[in-house]
């Protein structure tokens, strides 16, 4: 079995990060480990508090892992403070694991600031540059380019920015445009679209996350980069499209939707 690892922060609700990320390794056949960078206090409803993990302690999660277990792929999430990502950067270029992805989370669905713009310069500095795949929605990627992005046009324009900053791989998901949900891959020379009819529901707490982690969970499995991805689109276009009422908010999706449908789980 493949080890995947995430580095991330936690969800106390269980939607997103490392507990996303931790379904997504099981539902896709994979083992999750997990490096916490961050406890937050959130539900459906927002992110109400964050407090951050010491370095010191984030530094020996990676070590406890990589002296102990093989480490097949490594998904990056939430890193929210300087002194935070130079470690995670340093311990990556020590270990040098493979099938690395990077998720550059800044901002939550309410609207709460996750990373502040002196970390994220960091960020572009010391981990775009580590990522086999980077994976910003819209919002994320304008923060990086300092590009406004409203077209397929804009977004080509911006993940040819990315990847100039050092990634290798570079996916835009272009969930915030109009019409279907339509993501483009850009491997250096060419451009991939992968078009999905978008699925009306409010409840997509942790889709970021849970694609991030499915493309990491792929990668290790021995796919390509545009096997990972397209495989990871329509998980988790079936996790939302089983999306999960929990709570008074945006409710989360169903990481185990297809295993429930195949054991027989599921509600009559």
């Known amino acids: 079995m493949k080890k995947v690892l995430t580095i991330a922060g936690s969800d106390s609700s269980g939607g997103a990060g490392i507990q996303a990320d931790l379904k997504t390794f099981s539902a896709l056949g994979t083992f999750g480990m997990s490096v916490i960078t961050a406890v937050t206090a959130q539900n459906t409803q927002g992110v109400f508090a964050v407090q ?27 890193v929210s ?31 709460y600031h996750l990373l502040n713009p002196e970390a994220g310069e960091v960020l572009i500095k010391e981990l ?58 850009f491997e250096g020379e060419t451009y991939i679209y992968l078009k999905t009819p978008r699925i009306v529901t409010k409840n997509t707490h ?4 849970t694609l991030s982690s499915a493309i990491a969970a792929n990668l290790a499995k021995g796919c390509s980069i545009v096997e990972a991805v397209t495989a990871a689109k329509e998980y988790i276009t079936t996790a939302i ?10 409710g989360p999706t169903n990481h185990f939707y297809t295993l429930y449908k195949k054991a027989g789980m599921l509600e009559k």
């Open 206 to 209: 942790g889709t970021g996350c």
């Open 52 to 78: 951050d993990i010491s370095v010191e302690v984030i530094k020996k999660q990676i070590d406890a892992i990589f002296d102990d277990i093989q480490v097949d792929g490594v998904k990056i999430g939430m």
């Open 241 to 250: 499209e089983h999306s999960l009422s929990i709570g008074k908010g945006v």
């Open 81 to 111: 403070q300087i002194e935070t990502i130079k470690v995670i950067a340093d311990q990556l270029r020590k270990y040098k694991p493979q099938n690395i992805v990077l998720d550059p989370v800044m901002v939550s669905k309410s609207g």
């Open 128 to 185: 775009v540059p580590l990522a086999d795949i980077v994976t910003p929605n819209i919002p994320e990627a304008e923060v990086i380019t300092g590009r406004k992005i409203n077209t397929y046009e804009e977004m080509e324009k911006a993940a040819a920015i990315i990847h100039h900053m050092g990634a290798k791989k570079v996916l835009i998901k272009g969930g915030h445009i109009q019409g279907d949900s339509t993501d483009i891959i």
